[in-house]
């Protein structure tokens, strides 16, 4: 008997022994190669290790527990321990061989495999190595298709970058998120930047911290997915992952010689703190992810100093009346006693000058160099805000999956918000002009804009099977406000009585879209059969909200609101008029306000088929029809087809279009434009129903058409791990929406003279449907993992782009604006430049990953092709050489869950070319010192380098 307890507890004791042991395996990829430096964690807690350099791991844990694996470049696993010994298989995470949504509806279409192309980029392991932390920025540096650049002295796109693909309009790429259409931003670009007149997506509304991969269609999808495709699709997949807590801080600064104004140093300095948190629902693998973030972007300056003149001679007068305790706002009234009084104590000889009349030349008379020393000030103190303005702002996304049964019904959603405040700045106003007034500041000023951008949206849907079909139903809403309030500024004309911060007013944007989606994959028809239909109603608002009215208005000398012709508005001592409005940006009044909408309805049908293992045939239609300017059916034809195993030719043709945005249709207000010489004029942007537009013929909007064609070839060698794909491409478009030149009225009391009046504005500008354009280039993306050696691993991606956008054919002018000669002014010369020259038409990227068990080690090499100037004066168009951009960084694993990383974005301190002291016609366009660096063509930013460190704490 006691042979049988001995028994037991033999057995008892090594079931406790194999509960509580080390559970040891090897993790290799899917070639079986072993991984060094995997992580292997027990789910919810803190014990983890790391393979070694044959890829062996031991880990205390027992049977039941799980394992979460994970590996740079690789999905992460959760494994079940139901052995000792568990040997684990990870694959490739976000290779070319991912199975992808963008571009195909076929639930089992790869990235190589697919007939056009699409780049699948793995933001979540980006952002633990890259210097960028924003998303435009993150895509700026990987995707070579893709450019955006932070913009600067450009009112409201200093605070939203605008974005594209392929060289294309920002409102030329859709953005999905999940596969569900994106709001776009309220904001219209009217400014001096690329993308002029255009209304992109905000993608800086959305953390990084939420993003598992983003997948990019380079290639004409408006068949498919509807207006704006036109240059391709950019679609954002949302973390799904439970689990697992992931923190991030990152902090950075420029260290530059041209930091703090050109004097070295460090400046511009910026913080983010990132996290996400994902738990599991139900015992289906539901989920419910947690994504935000939280930054402060300093400003910085890369102007010198001012060049130009800065005092006269009546600024010396207000200097002396000042410092007697004068009222200086006295000095402008006609008895010009105090005037005289004043001048001779300063010793200016007025010539015996009495009248007004008399001493304005007199007083008009440059005296800057005397004015400076006297004052105690120096020409910098005058400068601008010339780079990067400061933004303040916080995202949070969360995304939701819950499936119901075991036949894959599912409940979906995903939701965000963010909130923004920006302050940039614009010109510096000098107390030698009429817009300055200077009781107020006696040394001028310099006007701020101040913006507060919010942005909400949420998704809802529900997708399951009814019969064999699989069936989406999903309801998409989303909306963009963006207010402004300008301070430390003034509204000249009001004089004393004015305000130095203003309500602006602002716009607001709200998209709702309602889709249906209904596919089946036919496994014994040919060798693959999608079938894809549905429909899309979508409901779209755009509002325009007055500001307070010392903002817009304009005042007489009374301080009466000017709304006669007759009325005369205030005069600065010299006789000119005092602008009205808020200085830098003024406000919107209640003739701008509105609200607008329309609706739209869209079904389409998607045919995907294999009709052997070697030809892959995609078919696509839609019909759409706009509630303001008709229906519209596209057509998309591609093909796949394997010359052998590893190699296949692909290629598409289609139709698309691009209907005008609400914005570009209603949008009407009068800003601040600076010319090419920095001189200031006050612009109406007038809508294309409005008289101003009919006295000159110009049309009212309608869509953007497209035909495209591309053609490519993907080849994968396994045994080298080496994936390339090359694309070429050729778009058309017709009737390409632009922001016109300014017209300004003869001056001799026409109706167009007074439409400019009561607008507060000297000059017009519309968006008009006025050129055609074409565009070609060519894509170039090679992939390549390897095991340099023993416990490294090596990834390497080689991408390009070369492109070319040009405007063909006639410029679309009306007879009425043929006969005055004005056809040059409603396609300007600045526009063509921004439209073909002035972004980087060639983008090289060299990326190179080197892992081990406690290492990484990133390299990232960018070339940028050169850009022209963008103005209207030929003899200036300078052209700024291709630069070539360095960034590097190092990671540290000093625990599984603990990783510290330092780096640098522009290693070299790379700038671009300065702009030259003289061009061809004698001048040039520095205006005057403000520009050492062209704000109208962008290659990389004038940041200069970015040192950053980051630290990442995963807790699974």
């Known amino acids: 008997m006691k042979q049988y307890y001995l028994v037991i507890l033999v057995l008892v004791f090594g079931a406790i022994c194999t509960a509580n042991g080390q559970i040891s395996g090897t993790v290799s990829d899917d070639q079986g190669v072993p991984l060094v430096g995997a992580s292997v964690v027990k789910k919810g807690t803190t014990i983890g290790t790391t393979t070694d350099f044959d890829g062996n791991y031991s880990i205390d844990a027992i ?15 959760e494994v079940l321990v139901n052995s000792t010994i568990l040997n684990i298989t990870l694959v490739s995470g976000l290779a070319l061989s991912e199975v992808i949504i963008t571009g195909s509806r076929n639930p089992n279409r790869v990235a190589t495999e697919s007939t056009v192309p699409v780049d699948v980029i793995d933001v979540k392991e980006l952002a633990k190595v890259g210097p960028q932390v924003n998303l435009n920025q993150i895509l700026n540096y990987v995707a070579p298709s893709f450019t955006s650049n932070t913009q600067t002295i450009s009112d409201g796109t200093d605070h939203i970058d605008p974005a594209s693909l392929r060289g294309l309009g920002p409102d030329q790429v859709l953005v999905l998120i999940n596969g569900k259409r994106r709001h776009t931003s309220s904001l219209v670009n009217v400014n001096g930047t690329f993308g002029r007149g255009s209304v992109g997506t905000d ?75 994902g738990i599991s629902l139900g015992e289906r693998g539901g989920y419910l992810n947690f994504s935000g973030d939280f930054d402060v972007r300093q400003d910085y300056s890369r102007m010198k100093e001012w060049e130009g003149d ?111 405040t920006g302050n940039s700045a614009g010109f510096y106003r000098l107390p030698n002009q009429s817009r300055t007034y200077t009781p107020a500041y006696l040394n001028g000023f310099l006007p701020e804009i101040n913006s507060n951008i919010k942005d909400q949206s949420i998704a809802i849907g529900i997708k399951g099977k009814v019969g064999d079909w699989s069936v989406d139903f999903s309801n998409t809403y989303g909306r963009n406000a963006f207010l402004y309030t300008i301070g430390n500024t003034f509204n ?13 007013g602002g716009f607001s944007f709200a998209q709702n879209t309602t889709n249906l989606d209904i596919t089946q994959f036919y496994d014994d028809i040919f060798s693959g059969f999608n079938v894809a239909f549905g429909g899309e109603y979508r409901y779209e608002n755009y509002e325009i909200v007055a500001g307070q009215e010392s903002s817009y208005a304009q005042y007489t000398g009374a301080g009466e609101v000017i709304t006669l012709a007759t009325q005369q508005p205030s005069q600065d001592f010299f006789g000119s008029s005092r602008p009205g409005g808020s200085q830098v940006f003024p406000g919107f009044s209640p003739n701008n306000e509105l609200s607008r909408d329309r609706s739209s309805i869209a079904g389409y049908l998607d045919l995907e088929a294999d009709f052997s293992e ?122 390409r929406v632009v922001y016109t030149g300014q017209f300004v009225g003869p001056g001799t009391g026409t109706e167009l003279d007074n439409l400019l009046r009561q607008a507060n504005a000297s000059a017009a500008s519309f968006f008009a449907n006025a050129i055609d354009t074409e565009s070609r280039g060519i894509d170039l993306v090679i992939t390549q993992r390897a095991n340099v050696w023993d416990g490294w691993m090596l990834n390497s991606t080689l991408a390009a782009t070369f492109s070319k956008t040009q405007q063909v054919g006639e410029i679309k002018a009306s007879q009425v604006l043929e006969d005055a000669g004005l056809v040059d ?92 002291e003289a061009l061809a016609d004698g001048g040039n366009n520095r205006s005057d010192g403000r520009f050492d660096w062209s704000r109208r063509a962008q290659q990389f930013g004038i940041g200069g380098r970015f040192l950053f460190a980051r630290v990442n704490f995963i807790l699974k």
């Open 825 to 916: 002014t409603y396609f300007p010369e600045d526009s063509r430049v921004y439209l073909e020259e002035a972004v980087p038409r060639t983008k090289v990227n060299l990326t190179f990953n080197l892992s081990s068990e406690k290492w990484i080690f990133f390299l990232r090499g960018v070339y940028f092709g050169k850009v022209t100037e963008a103005t209207t004066n030929i003899d200036r168009q300078q052209v700024f050489s291709s630069k070539f951009v360095t960034d590097l960084s190092v990671s540290y694993k000093a625990t599984p869950s603990l990783t510290f990383t330092v780096g640098a974005n522009n290693l070299f301190d790379t700038y671009p070319d300065r702009a030259a």
């Open 492 to 504: 000249a004309s009001l004089q004393s009585a004015s305000p130095t911060t203003f309500d602006a």
């Open 310 to 420: 800065v005092f006269n001679q009546y600024n010396t007068v207000e200097r002396f009346a000042n410092a007697d305790g004068y009222d200086v706002s006295a000095l402008l009234d006609d008895d010009v006693t105090d005037v005289i009084q004043y001048a001779n104590a300063a010793g200016i000889d007025i010539g015996g000058a009495t009248t007004k009349a008399e001493l304005q030349p007199i007083l008009s008379v440059d005296n800057t160099e005397s004015e400076l020393t006297a004052r105690g000030l120096v020409r910098s103190d005058f400068n601008m805000r010339v780079g990067q303005s400061a933004l303040r702002g916080g995202r949070f996304f969360a995304n939701f999956a819950l499936p119901l049964d075991d036949y894959g019904t599912e409940l979906y959603s995903f939701a965000g918000i963010s909130s923004r």
């Open 203 to 277: 993608l800086n509304a959305i953390p990084a911290a939420s993003i598992q991969r983003v997948e990019v269609l380079r290639d004409g999808a408006a068949a498919q997915y509807g207006s704006d495709a036109i240059a391709g699709v950019i679609n954002i997949i949302l973390n799904k992952g439970s689990g697992e807590l992931n923190l991030t801080v990152t902090t950075g600064a420029n260290f530059s010689k041209n930091a703090n104004g050109q004097t070295g140093g460090s400046d511009g300095e910026a913080t983010n703190v990132a996290g996400s948190y």
């Open 614 to 735: 070697k030809v892959l045939v995609s078919l696509a239609a839609r019909f759409e029809n706009y509630s303001d300017f008709g229906s519209t059916i596209n057509f998309k034809l591609s093909s796949r087809v394997k010359i052998t195993e590893e190699i296949n030719l692909r290629g598409a043709v289609n139709t698309g279009f691009r209907a005008p945005s609400l914005h570009q249709i209603y949008f009407n207000s009068t800003s601040t434009i600076f010319d090419q010489n920095g001189n200031p004029q006050e612009v109406g942007t007038f809508s294309n129903d409005s008289r101003a537009a009919n006295l000159l013929g110009i049309p009212n909007l309608k869509e953007e058409t497209s035909s495209s064609v591309s053609l490519g070839l993907t080849a994968q060698i396994p045994d080298a791990n080496l994936t390339i794909t090359g694309d070429g491409y050729f778009v058309r478009i017709n009737d």
């Open 63 to 77: 049977l039941g527990d799980r394992l979460i694996v994970s590996f740079i470049g690789y999905e992460p696993l």
